[in-house]
C-alpha cells in the first residue's frame, strides 16, 4: 500500500503561539514548565492536524524551541567549552545561550554564529566544533516525542540530521577537518537509533540534504563509512531524505548506501525520477516528493499523479510512499484562515494542512478512489482561474521589462569619480558611522499600528504619533554623534511586507506566518501577478526626516532579490522575470527619493546569496539576472548620489566577483558573529568600494563593549583601507530595545573615534 508521509510540519503554530511562549519565557513572564507546556500542545496540536489531512505517518522530533541543527547539537553535547557550565547547571538557559547569548554578572557569551539553511530564509545556528571534540547522547529528546505520538494513537517517523550533514554544516573553530570527526560522531548515532528502536520505532527519517550539493571524492567516503557502520546494527529502518534540488552526480553513491528507503525531490528537480527509478536496488522504497514544500500554490495535480504512477507501475505500492518535496516548516500552518483576502486568490493557495491533504489526494487518485475525481476536477479549476486571471497578467508590465536596454543597469560614471563627488558633497570624517536602517520597533510602536489597522487610532493620530517617533530617533543620532542618520522606519511593519503592500501585483495573509530563526517569524508577501509601483512609498518619512537635520539622511529601500526570496513567489513564469518587474518599481522610488532631496539611498539585499542555486554550475546564470537587477534599480541616479547597500548572515567569499559587480558605492555586512571572519572574501580580492564591516550582532541582547567593537574595527583595519571603512551595526536595530540600543549605539560612536583618533596619529 502507497503511504502518505511528511518530513517535517511548522513548529510556531498558526498564531504564532510558540513565538509569544518563547518572548514570555525569556521576559520571565513565564515558567520553563509553562514553555514545555505549550510547546507539547502544539506537537499535539500539529500531528493532530496532520493524521485528519490524511497522514499515514507524522513526523516527530521535528519540532524545535530555536532550531533543529542546535537541538542535534546541545543532542549530542557539541557544546561549546565557555558555554558548558551554564549548561550543565541548566540546561534550557545553555541551549538559549548557544542560540541567543547572555550577559549578566557571572556570564558575558555571545552566541553561535548563525547562518541560512540552504537557499531559504530560515537561519540555522552553526554547530561549533574542534579537533578534540568528543560526543555523547545529551537527553532523549527524539525518543521523548516519539513515545509521546505514540501515546497519541499515531505512527510517527522520528526525523533525524543525518551525521554527514550535520558535520558538514559545522564549523571548526581550529581549522580542523570537520569529517575527521565522523567515527567520533558514529557511535552516538548508533546508540539513539538502538534507543528508537527500543521504543518501537518503526522507521527513521534520517536528512542528509548536502547531498544535493557539489560532493568530491572524500565527501563520498564520508557516506559510505557512516552508512557502513549503521548497516549491521540493530536499528529501525532508514529512509535517506534528500530535498531542494536533484541528487545528480551523488545518485549512485546515495541509491549503493545500505538504507531502506530514499526520498527525492520532484518539485525542484521532477527529471530525476527515471534515473532514480533506473538505479534503485531491489526491494528500497522511494518516496517522492511532489508537492511543494516551500511555495504556497495549489499542487498541479494533474503532473504530481502522472510522476507518481510512472514510480507505481515499476515498483508497485509496497515500495512507494508519496509527500511534500521537503519540511513543510517552510510554509504557513492553514489556508482556510484567510477569509479577508480576495476568493479567488485564496482559492490558489495552499499551506501546510492543505499540502498534506494534496498528498492525500494523489494517492487516492493513484488508487482510484472515487472521491479523488472530485478533488482532481476542482484543483484543475483553480489553477484555470489563475492563469487566465486579469489579476496576474498586466501587459504594459511586459512591455515595459521587454524594453529595457544594457544602460539602465549602469551608473553614469565609474565608482573612483563617484567617490571624489560624494566626499565633496557630504564631508565626512574616516571611519563614517551609520545603522542598518530600523530602530527599535517599542511595544508601543505595534501597538499604535494595530489600533491604527483596526480603526482604534485615527489617520491624524497615528500620523502624529510617527512624526514624534521619527523626530525623537533623528534627535538621539544627532546626540550621540552618528553621521549618516535614518528616520528609523517606525511605519513599517516589515523590510519585504511595507514595499509589497504599496506594489499591485501583491496580497497578503492575516496568519501566514512561518519561521525564519528562533522566535522571529515573518508573513512573506504573496507575488500572485504583474508588478508595478502605483505611487511612490517612502519619500513622505524620507523627505520629513532630511527636513529635522543638516547632516545626510538614508533613503531605505529593500532590493528586488530580497523582495522576490522573502517572499511567496508566482510559479507560472521565470524568477528572473519577476525580479526585473520588481527591479523597476523600485527604480522608480530611487528615482523619486532623489528628487526629493535624498542623496544617500540605501538598497538591501540579504537575500542575494540566499538566492544562489545548490550547485556550481548554475551560479552564473542566477547571478548575471540577480546582479542586473540591482543595477536597474539603483542606476537612475546621479554620480554624487550615494548608493549603499547591506547582505547579512551570508558566506560571500565564493560569489565576492559578483558582490562587487554590483557596484553599490558602500556595502555593509555582516561580521561580528564570526568575529570578521567574513572580511577573509576580501583579503585575496581588493574590494574597489567602501564596506561597513558590523561591529556587534544585534540578533543577541547582549551589550558589547567600545573595546570589543574596537578590537573587530582593528581586526577590519588588516584587510581594508581606512578610507574604505564605515562602522555600524549587523543589522537593523528593530528587535531591540532602546536602553541596549542607546548604549550600543554609543559605544560603537566611539569605537569608531577611537579608531578614528588612532590612525590620524599615525599618518
Given amino acids: 500500500m502507497t503511504l502518505v508521509t511528511n518530513l517535517g510540519f511548522p513548529r510556531i503554530g498558526a498564531k504564532r503561539e510558540l513565538k509569544h511562549a518563547l518572548e514570555a519565557y525569556w521576559r520571565g513572564e513565564s515558567s520553563p514548565q509553562q514553555l514545555q507546556d505549550i510547546a507539547k500542545d502544539l506537537r499535539h496540536r500539529h500531528w493532530r492536524i496532520q493524521r485528519e489531512a490524511g497522514a499515514d505517518s507524522v ?30 547547571r541548566d540546561p534550557l538557559e545553555g541551549y538559549f545561550a548557544l542560540a541567543r547569548g547572555a550577559q549578566n554578572d557571572e556570564f558575558d557569551l555571545r552566541a553561535l554564529e548563525m547562518t541560512k539553511w540552504f537557499d531559504t530564509n530560515y537561519h540555522y545556528l552553526v554547530p561549533e566544533l574542534q579537533s578534540t571534540q568528543t560526543f555523547q547522547l545529551r537527553g532523549d529528546k527524539p525518543v521523548a516525542e516519539y513515545l509521546e505520538a505514540k501515546a497519541l494513537g499515531l505512527e510517527a517517523r522520528p526525523v533525524l540530521l543525518g551525521p554527514v550533514s550535520f558535520l558538514m554544516l559545522a564549523k571548526t573553530v581550529d581549522g580542523s577537518d570537520r569529517l575527521a570527526l565522523l567515527d567520533r560522531l558514529l557511535p552516538v548515532y548508533i546508540e539513539l537509533l538502538g534507543r528508537l528502536k527500543a521504543a518501537g520505532t518503526q522507521w527513521v527519517q534520517i536528512d542528509e540534504p548536502c547531498l544535493i550539493l557539489d560532493q568530491d571524492a572524500d565527501d563520498h567516503a564520508a557516506y559510505r563509512r557512516a552508512y557502513a557502520a549503521f548497516a549491521n546494527v540493530d536499528r529501525p529502518k532508514l529512509v535517506l531524505t534528500t530535498y531542494f534540488g536533484a541528487l545528480g552526480d551523488n545518485l549512485n553513491l546515495a541509491v549503493d548506501l545500505p538504507v531502506d528507503g530514499l526520498h527525492v525531490d520532484l518539485v525542484r528537480a521532477p ?39 510512472r514510480a507505481h507501475d515499476r515498483l508497485g505500492g509496497d515500495r512507494l510512499q508519496v509527500a511534500p518535496s521537503c519540511s513543510l516548516l517552510h510554509v504557513p500552518v492553514d489556508a482556510t484562515l484567510e477569509t479577508s483576502l480576495p476568493s479567488d486568490i485564496q482559492s490558489w493557495l495552499s499551506f501546510a494542512r492543505q499540502k498534506v491533504e494534496e498528498v492525500r489526494a494523489i494517492v487516492d487518485a493513484l488508487n482510484g478512489l472515487v472521491s479523488s475525481v472530485d478533488t482532481l476536477d476542482v484543483a484543475r479549476e483553480r489553477r484555470e482561474t489563475r492563469s487566465t486571471s486579469k489579476r496576474v497578467h498586466k501587459p504594459r508590465v511586459a512591455e515595459r521589462v521587454a524594453s529595457l536596454e544594457a544602460s539602465s543597469a549602469r551608473r553614469r560614471s565609474a565608482y573612483p569619480k563617484r567617490r571624489v563627488l560624494q566626499e565633496e558633497r557630504m564631508r565626512l570624517p574616516l571611519f563614517p558611522t551609520t545603522t542598518i536602517g530600523s530602530f527599535p520597533q517599542t511595544h508601543e510602536v505595534r501597538e499604535a499600528r494595530a489600533k491604527h489597522k483596526s480603526g482604534k487610532l485615527s489617520d491624524a493620530a497615528y500620523d502624529a504619533f510617527l512624526v514624534a517617533e521619527t523626530e525623537k530617533c533623528v534627535r538621539f543620532q544627532e546626540e550621540i554623534g552618528i553621521d549618516v542618520l535614518v528616520h528609523g522606519e517606525f511605519e513599517r511593519n516589515d523590510m519585504v511586507e511595507y514595499f509589497g503592500e504599496q506594489l499591485d501585483g501583491f496580497a497578503f495573509t492575516k496568519n501566514g506566518w512561518v519561521q525564519s530563526y528562533g522566535s522571529r517569524c515573518v508573513k512573506p508577501p504573496v507575488i500572485y501577478g504583474d508588478v508595478e509601483r502605483p505611487a511612490p512609498m517612502t519619500v513622505r518619512w524620507s523627505q520629513y526626516a532630511q527636513s529635522l537635520t543638516d547632516k545626510p539622511m538614508k533613503g531605505m529601500l529593500t532590493g528586488p532579490v530580497t523582495v522576490l526570496q522573502w517572499s ?25 527619493l532623489e528628487r526629493a532631496g535624498i542623496r544617500v539611498i540605501q538598497i538591501d539585499e540579504p537575500a542575494l546569496r540566499e538566492g544562489l542555486p545548490l550547485r556550481r554550475a548554475d551560479w552564473q546564470v542566477y547571478l548575471d539576472w540577480a546582479v542586473e537587477c540591482f543595477r536597474i534599480t539603483a542606476s537612475g541616479v546621479a554620480d554624487d548620489t550615494q548608493i549603499h547597500t547591506h547582505m547579512c548572515y551570508s558566506e560571500f567569499n565564493d560569489i565576492i566577483d559578483s558582490v562587487a559587480a554590483m557596484d553599490a558605492d558602500v556595502i555593509s555586512i555582516e561580521t561580528s558573529r564570526s568575529r570578521m571572519e567574513l572580511l577573509d572574501a576580501f583579503v585575496k580580492f581588493r574590494y574597489p568600494n567602501e564596506i561597513g564591516p558590523g561591529v556587534y550582532d544585534i540578533h543577541s541582547p547582549r551589550v558589547p563593549s567600545v573595546d570589543e567593537m574596537t578590537e573587530l574595527l582593528e581586526k577590519a583595519g588588516a584587510v581594508l583601507f581606512p578610507e574604505q571603512v564605515w562602522v555600524n551595526p549587523d543589522c537593523g536595530l528593530k528587535t531591540r530595545g532602546w536602553p541596549e540600543t542607546r548604549t550600543t549605539l554609543a559605544a560603537m560612536v566611539e569605537a569608531a573615534r577611537r579608531l578614528r583618533s588612532s590612525v590620524e596619529k599615525t599618518t
Avoid: H
Avoid at 68 to 79: C, E, G
Avoid at 568 to 592: G, K, M, N, S
Fill in 271 to 309: 527529471d530525476q525520477l527515471d534515473a532514480v527509478l533506473d538505479a534503485l536496488p531491489a526491494e528500497r522504497t522511494l518516496s517522492l516528493g511532489v508537492v511543494d514544500g516551500r511555495n504556497i500554490w495549489r499542487t498541479d495535480l494533474d503532473r504530481a499523479v502522472p510522476l507518481v504512477r
Fill in 568 to 592: 511567496f513567489v508566482r510559479d507560472d513564469q521565470p524568477r528572473a522575470a519577476t525580479c526585473r518587474q520588481i527591479a523597476l518599481a523600485l527604480r522608480d522610488e530611487v528615482i523619486d
Fill in 59 to 88: 513526523p516527530c522530533n521535528d519540532f524545535s524551541l530555536y532550531d533543529q541543527v542546535l537541538d542535534m547539537a546541545f543532542l549530542f553535547d557539541a557544546i561549546p567549552d565557555r558555554y558548558r557550565k551554564l549548561a550543565d
